[in-house]
């Protein structure tokens, strides 16, 4: 493989699992992009062959970590680095050429990561205001015993990852507050409690058309 397209065909019969042309079945997938070590530097793990690092600041309005699994190759003149960021369904590809191939790679990533991912972390949040809204099945529905059988559960977007569970409710109980009471109740804590329940969206795919050529299958919101 000598071409970015050769590389980027690569990369997306690994990123796009539900294609024809996935190299590897979804188990298999996901066990593979996971990290196999960790290193002297907190941000940095390593995988099989994989590269990681946690980056901190690609989304400067919307900070969360994500994970970046790269990697990088070279040859005599020549260096090379295919990255895959699995949170977004995203790949790329660098290749250089030169004396400065190595200082040409770092400086080219660094350049498309930071224009890229805040666009694509805004296009994520627009796409994933479809989730976003009230919703509820039953109420006012009695049982036979006299209890109140309806749901609801409230799901809004703000500036942390995913989505946040603001209210469900189920009989007319908070559910969220009953699981604070029952993890507070614990005589053996387990864990640190935070005050919010989040949404993770994932396997979303859906069909889109790319310049009016065919249709591609698109991973929704991380």
Excluded: C
Excluded at 20 to 30: C, G, H, M, Y
Excluded at 141 to 162: A, Q, V
């Amino acid at each position: 493989m000598d071409s970015t397209h050769d590389l980027s065909s690569l990369l997306y019969s690994i990123i796009y699992i539900d294609s024809e042309t996935s190299i590897l079945p979804r188990a298999q997938l996901l066990q593979w992009l996971k990290p196999r070590a960790t290193t002297t530097a907190l941000q940095t793990l390593v995988g099989l062959p994989w590269e990681i690092y946690r980056a901190q600041n690609l989304t400067p309005a919307h900070p969360h970590t994500i994970d970046l699994y790269t990697k990088g190759g070279a040859a005599v003149g020549y260096e090379g680095t295919v990255g895959i960021i699995e949170q977004y369904g995203l790949g790329f590809v660098v290749l250089t050429a030169g004396s400065q191939g190595v200082e040409a790679q770092i400086a080219l990533q660094g350049a498309l990561l930071k224009v890229l991912m805040p666009a694509v972390e805004e296009a994520t949040r627009a796409e994933a205001q479809i989730y976003t809204g009230t919703y509820s099945t039953g109420n006012g529905s009695i049982s036979s015993t006299g209890l109140d059988i309806g749901g609801s559960m409230k799901i809004e977007i703000d500036n942390r990852l995913g989505l946040r569970l603001k209210e469900l409710t189920r009989n007319g109980s908070d559910i969220i507050e009953a699981i604070k009471t029952l993890w507070d109740s614990q005589s053996i804590k387990l864990g640190n409690r935070t005050d919010e329940l989040r949404l993770y969206p994932t396997d979303v795919v859906k069909k889109v058309q790319v310049n009016g050529y065919g249709n591609w299958d698109g991973e929704g919101p991380a």
